[in-house]
């Protein structure tokens, strides 16, 4: 079955490290996105890429790195820069330019103690 | 800039009964309107959306949401609720055509009481 697949599903990480989240689809769609969620804040856009070896900043992407090397990956890191990065982390696709239906995987939750 | 708001965080709906749930935009241009529902610890599921013409758009699970250009409003409705639709409900909207960044209200948590 197509889809996005995002792993971990939880992950726990020391204050002060770097740690790299999984998003993978199978849907060749062209854009990809990550977003943030905390709770009552709604979803919030960190980075997103519409072709390979190309990607913009969203209005969180502070203390955040991506790279979108391959169509089907795009793997958000969060650096120890980013100063609460405790959230859920959602990976987002989009087919083309005249579908605006995005699809979502089914997110990572990131603890740092 | 464009902006979501959904003005209320929590509601609670007795099982059987009719659901509205509000959602303002801000945007100066028509713009293209989104519905998604969240089950806990789960991404995004589409519930339907709006682009143009006939501003009563039909989606899954029984919604619908109506798109008043002179309100700004695209308010979410479901005329008898079930107690699976307990969920979090998210309002999006989009500027413009081709690849364009959803921005995503706050979102209205919805309890089913029996």
């Known amino acids: 079955d197509g889809g996005i697949t995002q792993s971990p599903k939880y992950l726990f990480r020391k204050e002060g490290q770097n740690v790299t989240l999984s998003c993978e689809q199978n849907?060749?769609?062209?854009?990809m996105y990550w977003y943030r969620q905390d709770p009552g804040q709604g979803l919030r856009l960190i980075y997103y890429s519409q072709i390979v070896n190309d990607f913009q900043k969203g209005d969180i992407a502070e203390g955040y790195s991506v790279s979108r090397e391959k169509k089907e990956s795009f793997p958000l890191t969060v650096t120890s820069a980013q100063k609460n990065p405790t959230a859920f982390y959602l990976c987002?696709?989009?087919?083309?330019?005249?579908?605006?239906?995005?699809?979502f995987g089914s997110g990572t939750r990131l603890t740092v103690v | 800039a464009q902006s979501v708001t959904q003005p209320d965080i929590h509601i609670t709906v007795s099982e059987g009964a009719s659901l509205e749930l509000r959602c303002n935009y801000s945007y100066g241009a028509t713009p293209y309107l989104f519905w998604y529902v969240q089950s806990p610890g789960q991404g995004l599921q589409l519930l339907l959306k709006y682009f143009s013409g006939d501003t009563l758009v039909q989606g899954i699970k029984g919604f619908e949401a109506e798109f008043k250009r002179s309100q700004s409003s695209f308010n979410l409705r479901k005329p008898s609720v079930h107690w699976s639709d307990a969920a979090e409900y998210f309002c999006?909207?989009?500027?413009?055509?081709?690849?364009?960044?959803?921005?995503f209200g706050k979102g209205t948590m919805l309890l089913v009481s029996p």
């Open positions: 987002a696709t989009q087919r083309g330019q005249d579908d605006y239906g995005y699809t």
């Open positions: 999006a909207v989009v500027s413009s055509s081709g690849y364009s960044t959803l921005t």
């Open positions: 849907l060749n769609h062209d854009a």
